[in-house]
């Protein structure tokens, strides 16, 4: 059963500085990962899917990392301002059936961003 | 831009009454998806739809939950007798196949608090 782990549960940088979030799981049997961001009571926002083929995706100050063999995924995000602040989850989906399958969801990062 | 829709935002019930969440999935997509997010909790897979089938379900989705697409533009996830810890946070999702990346695009959620 894919687990997947989030650490650290929590993070307070102050502004401009980069933040590192960190997402594990156990099987490297997945098709693709995705970060995403969370605010308070909201909805979830995708913000960058990695496929297993890519070692990396870029999108303006995100850049998120893949490491299938060794299971982890880093999402960077540059020159951190106040509206950073949210909780950001990754998510993975297995490489069998990959259409009619679910993601699989880490708890989270609440991060922080002090002006 | 094209996005999923879910209504209402909030609902209120009373233990075991039935509620219907009701989700508008992006218009050329075929795979559908209802999670669910405990507060301060994972968020969970509950179910996947496709072709007017389940096509999986979590041990979660037992006799008291259903998803129906009553035409070609809603998707329901129908609670028939809600408990106290079905209150959470329900997101609807829909899967875009642009290969080879398959990507969940979620609606913004539904609370539901059962008093």
């Known amino acids: 059963k894919q687990e997947v782990t989030q650490i650290p549960a929590a993070l307070s940088v102050p502004e401009g500085e980069n933040l590192v979030l960190n997402c594990s799981f156990t099987d490297s049997a997945i098709y693709n990962l995705q970060w995403f961001r969370q605010d308070p009571g909201k909805g979830l926002t995708s913000l960058l899917l990695i496929q297993s083929s890519q070692r990396e995706q870029t999108s303006g100050r995100l850049n998120a990392s893949l490491d299938k063999s060794s299971g982890r995924s880093t999402l960077y995000i540059a020159a951190s301002q106040p509206g950073d602040s949210a909780t950001y989850l990754c998510?993975?989906?297995?490489?069998?059936?990959?259409?009619?399958?679910?993601?699989?969801f880490g708890g989270g990062t609440r991060v922080l961003v002090k002006p | 831009e094209p996005e999923v829709t879910q209504t209402p935002s909030h609902q209120v019930t009373q233990m075991g009454q039935e509620v219907i969440l009701r989700c508008v999935p992006i218009s050329n997509h075929l795979y559908f998806y209802w999670y669910r997010q405990i507060l301060g909790q994972k968020v969970e897979f509950l179910v996947s739809?496709?072709?007017?089938?389940?096509?999986?379900k979590s041990e979660i989705f037992d006799d008291q939950f259903s998803v129906e697409r009553p035409d070609g533009s809603n998707f329901t996830l129908k609670i028939r007798s809600t408990k106290l810890e079905d209150s959470a946070m329900y997101f609807c999702?829909?899967?875009?196949?642009?290969?080879?990346?398959?990507?969940?695009?979620f609606g913004p959620g539904t609370r539901l608090t059962v008093t």
């Open positions: 999702a829909s899967l875009v196949v642009v290969l080879p990346a398959y990507e969940q695009y």
């Open positions: 739809f496709y072709n007017n089938e389940i096509s999986e």
């Open positions: 998510a993975v989906i297995p490489a069998s059936g990959a259409a009619g399958n679910k993601l699989t």
